[in-house]
């Protein structure tokens, strides 16, 4: 068994963000942040397919969010007291195991033609995307000095945009763009004059979302494999494997920073979730644009976000999380603004142009949330991913607006679209209240 990685090392090995001896590991667990971001953002675009070709609201094809992000809110516990008591390693073998399992369930969902099972595919996904996310985030920050553990996260966390690009390309090329080009007003007349020939289009449908997943599966299953052998380093705490749930869990709820952190993730992830996975309404429901046109802007968004991770992983060099966390939840809150209250492609520009004030937000709540809770940090690390939690229920409740009439507020009339977006505004205004009292409160240090 290699020694534990010590935050208490050298000198030299404190003021590197990445120690030297772990450089493979660090890069193997760093592809977990490609992978589960290629499952979020393959999936978002989801909602509007399932709308078109179940013929189901706004609100019901929202559910796909509520099942994919409520995996991630009902196993973070139990994923952190499997890792405490196992260990990282082990826990990303199970996250593995069950993100394959929920992928290649595509295949029986797809041939039953039943939303309610694609569903139950997602939520077993998502099971196994909490134990991943619980595991390599405070794995990452545990694998170096404390003092520069936000950085490494950043750092991280920055390949996870690459993979959501990729899986929005998918979704793009080889989802959206394959499937039937018949609108809903036209499935819905062919549903009453010719039923066969309308189920024939929906299964033609639901097979084009099939593959990618299967795919998915199969590269997964391939990394399950080199996990299985790979030697993963042991990392300081890491041997201790009780569990003592009942003093940890007082200890964390004593802890105000930690506290507020959660509630700022959860809020911070429903905002990030609405902003893109509505993209595509935005664009068809106030611009008329076709849905894989739509999805071309969101990948413009995630192109954005990325520059914006890497630009702001620097800048942290120079401010702090707090300062840097609050700046960008302002230019969030400025440009969520513009997408209510502007209409056409500005509105549209804004909705895009918020990607680049999220880029940062959720390592840098992650770190601040979790830095100082030493072997704590393995169950607080579940809170936050429990969180995201946030993406589950604030992406069914903008639908619900979504499904709404227009909004007449006196001095302009608002549609219900556009309305729905003072719900990422909400999001950004208790970020910036967490990134204040973090720099003005908690201490300048975090």
């Known amino acids: 068994m290699s020694e534990p990685i010590s935050a208490d090392s050298t000198g030299k090995e404190k003021s590197r963000v990445i120690p030297k001896g772990i450089v493979f590991p660090f890069i ?66 199970l996250g593995l195991t069950l993100y ?89 007349v062919l549903q009453e004059a010719d039923p066969e020939k309308f189920a024939a289009i929906q299964q033609a449908d639901l097979d084009v979302i099939i593959g990618p997943y299967m795919i998915l599966g199969i590269v997964v299953l391939t990394a399950l494999v080199i996990f299985a052998i790979a030697k993963l380093p042991r990392v300081s705490g890491e041997d201790d494997n009780k569990i003592n749930f009942g003093p940890t869990l007082s200890r964390l709820l004593r802890n105000q920073k930690y506290v507020e952190g ?52 620097f800048l942290l060099r120079f401010f702090s999380p707090g300062g840097l966390l609050m700046t960008l939840a302002i230019g969030g809150l400025a440009l969520v603004g513009g997408t209510i209250f502007i209409k056409g492609m500005t509105g549209l520009y804004c909705l895009i142009g918020v990607s680049a004030c999220m880029s940062l937000m959720f390592p840098t709540i992650y770190g601040i949330a979790l830095k100082g809770l030493g072997d704590d940090a393995k169950l607080g690390a579940a809170g936050l ?30 549609s219900s679209t556009r309305a729905s977006f003072v719900l990422p505004l909400i999001c950004f205004i208790v970020i910036a209240i967490f990134g204040f009292r973090t720099s003005n409160v908690h201490g300048h240090k975090y």
């Open 100 to 188: 394959a399992v929920g992928c290649l369930l595509f295949i029986p969902s797809g041939w039953m033609m039943a939303f309610w099972a694609f569903l139950i595919s997602y939520f077993i996904m998502t099971c196994g995307l909490s134990f991943l996310e619980t595991s390599a985030n405070p794995y990452i920050l545990a694998m170096g000095a404390e003092d520069t553990s936000t950085q490494r996260l950043n750092f991280a966390q920055s390949f996870n945009p690459m993979g959501s690009i990729t899986g929005m390309f998918v979704a793009s090329h080889f989802i959206l763009a394959k499937l039937d080009k018949t609108d809903e007003a036209g499935r819905r």
């Open 28 to 93: 193997l667990v760093t592809f977990l942040f490609a992978l589960w971001g290629f499952a979020n953002d393959i999936t978002n675009p989801m909602v509007a397919a399932f709308k078109n070709i179940l013929l189901i609201s706004n609100f019901q094809s929202s559910l796909v969010q509520f099942a994919f992000y409520g995996g991630y809110c009902v196993m973070a516990v139990p994923a952190a007291l499997f890792i405490k008591r196992f260990s990282y390693k082990t826990g990303i073998l």
């Open 262 to 313: 959660v509630i700022a993730q959860a809020f911070y992830v429903g905002a990030q979730i609405m902003c893109w996975t509505f993209i595509i309404q935005y664009a068809g429901n106030e611009l008329n644009m076709p849905k894989p046109t739509a999805q071309n802007y969101n990948i413009v968004a995630m192109a954005i976000f990325v520059s914006s991770r890497f630009i702001c992983t």
């Open 385 to 414: 991913i429990m969180a995201i939690g946030g993406g589950c229920l604030m992406p069914p409740m903008q639908a619900a607006i979504m499904d709404q009439d227009a909004f007449n507020l006196g001095f302009m009339t608002l």
